[in-house]
Nanobody
Framework: VQLQASGGGLVQAGASLRLSCTAS????????MGWFRQAPGAEREFVAT????????YYADSVKGRFTMSRDKNKNTIYLQMNSLQSEDTAVYYC???????????????????WGQGTLVTVSS
C-alpha cells in the first residue's frame, strides 16, 4: 500500500487549504486512515482520523470546528479541509493508514503502519 498526500502550501492566517491523500493497494484492509502533523522541533501529533468502513471521525481538540475530514471510498482518498488556518497550524502534514488499530489507539501515531510522504503547510501571520 502506498499513500500520496498533496495540497499543502503557503497561506495567510485565516485562509483555507484542502489536503488530499490517495491510497493505492489493499485499502480494504485499512481500519482507519488519519492525518497527523509535525511542526519544526516538535513531535508528530494527531489531527484527525476516520474509520474507513464506518465513517466515524475523530478530531484533535486543537482543530475541532476548523478542520473537516472526509473520505471517498470509490477513489481511496481522504481529505482534510482546513479553515481559519493559524500560524500554529504550520507543519508537515502526513496521512496514514492502520490495518490493526483498535479504537483506543486511533490517536496514536504508532498504531499506523502505512504513511504518506507528507505535505508542508505554512501559515503566515
Amino acid at each position: 500500500v502506498q499513500l500520496q498526500a498533496s495540497g499543502g502550501g503557503l497561506v495567510q492566517a485565516g485562509a483555507s487549504l484542502r489536503l488530499s491523500c490517495t491510497a493505492s493497494g489493499l485499502t480494504s484492509s485499512f481500519r482507519v486512515m488519519g492525518w497527523f502533523r509535525q511542526a519544526p522541533g516538535a513531535e508528530r501529533e494527531f489531527v484527525a482520523t476516520i474509520r474507513w468502513n464506518g465513517g466515524n471521525i475523530y478530531y484533535a481538540d486543537s482543530v475541532k470546528g476548523r478542520f473537516t475530514m472526509s473520505r471517498d471510498k470509490n477513489k481511496n482518498t481522504i481529505y482534510l479541509q482546513m479553515n481559519s488556518l493559524q500560524s500554529e497550524d504550520t507543519a508537515v502534514y502526513y496521512c496514514a493508514g492502520s490495518t490493526g488499530a483498535i479504537l483506543s489507539e486511533w490517536r496514536q501515531s504508532r498504531a499506523y503502519n502505512y504513511w504518506g510522504q507528507g505535505t508542508l503547510v505554512t501559515v503566515s501571520s
